[in-house]
């Protein structure tokens, strides 16, 4: 509901984004719950940066298919190339190594409710870095999905217990 609210500004006929912007949404919702999901058996054997790298040899050369890494503009400037590479490096290898190695201390479950923040955090960067006007739905929304990460990792039933007792 707080990622809806998010969307949709209140306006529930409509959605404040683009459509495209929906659909990369939630596909990138899919790729983060598998992300989580599909490793986690290999990992206690292959360890957090093996699985990592095969995985994003496979993702590389799946999407080389599509569009080929070596294809780029002629007149690209070379600290074009540079952020190209931090962002490489840094947004994606070792975010999603620090991720992998997070299953050693916590659930994959948990692991990808934490990442219920990414609309959130959307929102917060936007508003920062964009000047995207900031509204009562915002407000909600957000405050709705901080309510929906603290209640999902909460043992209620222990809470419950105690309270019965």
Avoid: C
């Amino acid at each position: 509901m707080g990622t809806f609210l998010l969307v949709t500004n209140g306006h529930f006929g409509a959605i404040a984004v683009s459509p495209l912007v929906l659909f990369w949404g939630l596909l990138s919702a899919v790729g983060a719950a598998t992300i989580a999901l599909i490793p986690r058996d290999i990992m206690p054997e292959f360890g957090p940066l093996n699985t990592t790298g095969w995985g994003l040899l496979v993702a590389g050369l799946a999407m080389n298919t599509y569009h080929s890494a070596w294809l780029r503009p002629r007149h690209m400037p070379w600290q074009a190339l540079l952020l190209i590479g931090a962002i490489i490096l840094v947004g994606t290898v070792f975010a999603l190594v620090l991720f992998n190695m997070s299953f050693q201390y916590i659930k994959p479950t948990t692991a990808s409710l934490l990442d219920a923040f990414e609309p959130l955090s959307a929102t917060v960067f936007s508003i920062l870095l964009l000047r995207v006007p900031l509204t009562r739905y915002d407000l909600f929304g957000g405050a709705l999905i901080i309510l929906a990460v603290a209640l999902l990792t909460v043992d209620v039933s222990h809470y419950l217990r105690r309270l019965w007792h």
